[in-house]
């Protein structure tokens, strides 16, 4: 693997070498952002709280059912790497053709548990009366297009196993535009509301996965592969669910109590239902450079710790924590004072940018833990401790964040900033032990 400036990553300046790595990947998390926040912008500018309110649920469920599959994926990912990296294609095809077979199986059992209960899953997310058919709605037919969002992780997940990182960016421009084209026609012309931006979101996927098949066609692949090989074969599957399962079980964890969070503020109107939705997607902007940080610290840390170069990974841990707090500082700037006219892109209710504005004023603190949090996540990840990561993501999520939620819910008179203060607490109890697993492994190891 090469930095963006062309020189290894296990030499040259650490800072220079890490930010010119994480730059691009800050650019692709950004459009992937931009795809996401695309409906909910949309559907609160042409089609009002009640319609936003549902795609604000509906995609919360589906972000979650996202993350697991990717988390999946990654799998097939490390599966097709190690394969290419030993020069073994016809195995790596194998695995290929295995993943293709798992993700198959997945994507119907999710179809099937969507489809015919959206209504059920709808109101077991205590959706406001006022916006429960278009919840309903929204959660149906991305339920309907669930063969497509799986089928375009597994292809990216595939592409970024033999190397390529290009394709599945050009990818997910293609899909951004497309999607915000679809939401243009089908909410602010047809006034389909969160339906159309349902459509629209499924319909972009399906066109980047045909996509997708194309620069297949057309690229000299590395690996063999035949249709025989789509077939479960054992060795393949049990090592893609090895590697996928303890991230896809985290990322549902963890997702949950984000999930967990709407269900509350669902159960407290349709304005503040809309109104998180709103800030959890100003969130994902706001929380980008650390993102950014922890999968290429992930990358800085793996390569230079297979040289040998251990120093070197503490100190781009280090490297990366100082420069994401000054970023973590200007976003959280951003949000606990600009939180108003940031909420303003997604929506025109002034109650609801209000309530959206209180609530980011929690995940203004949270802005600079994650700065801290989510390099440490990186550069555990870099050194294999996934075992840890998955358990201080599920200890976050399950002992802290929604015992917090569930207590400052019953508080009388709560607001949002209160139940948006689960988030930064839970931070601070996963930094705690990300501190002591350092200080552990860095003795025993290094």
Do not use: W
Not at 312 to 341: D, E, N, P, Q, W
């Amino acid at each position: 693997m090469k930095s963006v400036s062309g020189g290894s990553l296990v030499e040259g300046n650490i800072l220079k070498s890490l930010i010119s790595f994480a730059f691009p990947v800050l650019l692709a998390l950004f459009l992937q952002a931009m795809y996401g926040a695309a409906d909910l912008i949309i559907v609160g500018k042409f089609a009002g709280t009640y319609e936003q309110s549902g795609v604000a649920s509906g995609s919360q469920l589906f972000n979650m059912i996202t993350m697991v599959i990717t988390g999946l994926t990654m799998g097939v990912t490390v599966f097709v790497g190690d394969c290419i990296g030993a020069n073994r294609p016809k195995q790596a095809g194998k695995g290929i053709g295995a993943g293709i077979a798992i993700f198959a199986v997945i994507a119907i059992i999710i179809t099937l548990l969507i489809v015919p209960f959206s209504s059920a899953l709808a109101k077991a997310m205590h959706a406001p009366k006022e916006a429960f058919e278009q919840t309903s709605n929204y959660i149906k037919i991305c339920g309907i297009g669930t063969v497509f969002i799986t089928a375009y992780n597994v292809i990216g997940a595939i592409f970024r196993g033999i190397g390529d990182s290009k394709t599945p960016l050009i990818t997910v421009v293609i899909a951004c535009i497309i999607n915000i084209v679809g939401d243009l026609i089908l909410v602010a012309v047809f006034n389909m509301g969160a339906s159309g931006a349902a459509i629209a979101t499924v319909s972009a996927q399906a066109i980047s996965v045909f996509v997708s098949f194309y620069f297949i066609s057309k690229k000299q692949l590395p690996f063999s592969f035949s249709k025989k090989y789509i077939t479960f074969d054992s060795s393949c599957v049990k090592k893609i669910l090895f590697i996928g399962t303890p991230i896809a079980l985290q990322e549902l964890l963890v997702q949950f109590s984000f999930l967990f969070i709407q269900v509350v503020v669902n159960s407290m109107g349709v304005m503040e239902s809309a109104a998180v939705g709103v800030a959890e997607k100003v969130c994902v902007f706001l929380m980008l450079v650390a993102s950014a940080y922890m999968q290429s610290i992930s990358a800085f840390v793996a390569q230079n710790n297979g040289a040998g170069n251990f120093e070197r990974s503490k100190k781009s841990l280090f490297y990366g924590i100082k420069t994401a707090l000054v970023a973590g500082f200007i976003m959280g700037s951003l949000a606990f004072f600009g939180g108003s006219l940031l909420s303003s892109v997604f929506s025109n209710e002034i109650e609801v940018i209000a309530f959206a504005h209180e609530y980011l004023k929690a995940y203004a603190i949270d802005c600079l833990l994650t700065a801290i949090l989510f390099c440490f996540i990186g550069y555990f990840n870099g050194c294999g401790k996934t075992i840890f990561v998955m358990l201080q993501g599920v200890f976050g999520a399950f002992c802290v964040r929604i015992p917090v939620v569930f207590l400052m819910s019953n508080i009388e008179g709560a607001t949002l900033f209160h139940i948006g203060l689960s988030t930064p607490i839970s931070s601070v109890v996963q930094i705690i032990l990300c501190l002591l697993a350092y200080r552990f492994y860095k003795n025993k190891y290094y």
